[in-house]
C-alpha cells in the first residue's frame, strides 16, 4: 500500500504565546496545489483562548491587516457559505468568524474537501483543500488544546 502524499496529512504543530508558558495548538493542512492559486497555502484550526476553536485561511500573499475580506467556502458534498472576515498573523492569515468553528468540529469532518475563495479589493485568491483525516486530527487538537 503507497503512503499518502504529505500533503494528504493534518499537521499538528504548537507555538508559544505572548505570555510566558502560554502555547497554542493548531493543526494545517496544505492547499491542493493542482487546484489552488500560488498564493493560497491551506486550512489552519487552532485553539483560541476560552476553550474557543478558530479556523482560518493561510495565504503566501498577505491582504492590509485592516482588511476584512469576503470568504466564500464551498463544500464538496454541497453548501456555501459566505463571511466577512478580519485578518491575523500580519496578514497572512485570513480569520474566519466563529460560527465556522462549528463546520469544522462537525459538517466538515464528514465532507471531502472545500473550495475556498478570499476576496479583498480587486484581488481574488482560490484554493482547494482535502479534509480527509480532519475528524481524527480535530480530536486530538481538542486533546492538546490548554482550557
Known amino acids: ?3 499518502p502524499a504529505p500533503s494528504s496529512v493534518w499537521k499538528f504543530s504548537r507555538t508559544q504565546g505572548a505570555k510566558d ?3 497554542f495548538a493548531a493543526i494545517t493542512k496544505t492547499a491542493d496545489t493542482t487546484q489552488s492559486d500560488p498564493d493560497f497555502a491551506g486550512l489552519i484550526v487552532r485553539c483560541a483562548p476560552k476553550g474557543k476553536i478558530d479556523v482560518l485561511v493561510a495565504l503566501i500573499r498577505p491582504f492590509p491587516p485592516r482588511s476584512h475580506p469576503k470568504v466564500t467556502i ?3 458534498g454541497g453548501g456555501t457559505l459566505s463571511f466577512d472576515a ?3 498573523a500580519a496578514g497572512a492569515a485570513v480569520l474566519l468568524p ?3 468553528s462549528a463546520f469544522a468540529a462537525g ?3 464528514t465532507t471531502a474537501s472545500l ?3 478570499v476576496k479583498e479589493s480587486d484581488s481574488e485568491i482560490k484554493g482547494v483543500v482535502a479534509l480527509n483525516g480532519l475528524r ?3 480530536h486530538s487538537l481538542l486533546a492538546n488544546c490548554s482550557l
Do not use: C, L, T
Request: proline fraction near 0%; avoid cysteine; charged fraction near 20%.
Open 86 to 88: 478580519s485578518m491575523a
Open 115 to 117: 473550495s475556498i475563495v
Open 1 to 3: 500500500m503507497a503512503a
Open 74 to 76: 464551498a463544500a464538496s
Open 136 to 138: 481524527e486530527a480535530y
Open 98 to 100: 466563529d460560527e465556522v
Open 107 to 109: 459538517k466538515w469532518q
Open 21 to 23: 508558558g502560554e502555547s
